[in-house]
């Protein structure tokens, strides 16, 4: 069985920074990619960035020059830097991993999700 824990959420004012973080344990074999994703009510969850195994990243144009996705493949962490926060990015963020796990093949696994408020 594989668990991912976020950390790092919560309130920050217009122009702040937070530091997201997820850390997955289980038996897992490979990480093929992490990432994190947000969703406000109403609306389809939508991809913030993601990281693959080799450092490659993709991020939402909404966030390039502002948040930084790194990870840690030895600990299977993945980080979410947030920088120059705006009120728009205001959202339940969500860690997800791409991974292959022993008995079980390749899956996708969610994080419990961590909410990021941006208000004065």
């Known amino acids: 069985q594989v668990q991912l824990v976020e950390s790092g959420g919560g309130l920050v004012q217009p122009g702040g920074s937070l530091r997201l973080s997820c850390a997955a344990s289980?038996?897992?074999?490979?990480?093929?990619?992490m990432g994190w994703y947000r969703q406000v009510p109403g609306k389809q969850r939508e991809l913030v960035a993601v990281i693959n195994s080799g450092g490659r990243t993709n991020y939402a144009d909404s966030v390039k020059g502002r948040f930084t996705i790194s990870r840690d493949n030895a600990k299977n962490t993945v980080h979410l830097q947030m920088n120059s926060l705006k009120p728009e990015d205001t959202a339940v963020y969500y860690c997800n991993a791409d991974l292959i796990v022993v008995g079980q093949g390749r899956f996708s696994s969610w994080g419990q999700g961590t909410q990021v408020t941006v208000s004065s």
């Open positions: 289980g038996r897992i074999l490979v990480t093929v990619a």
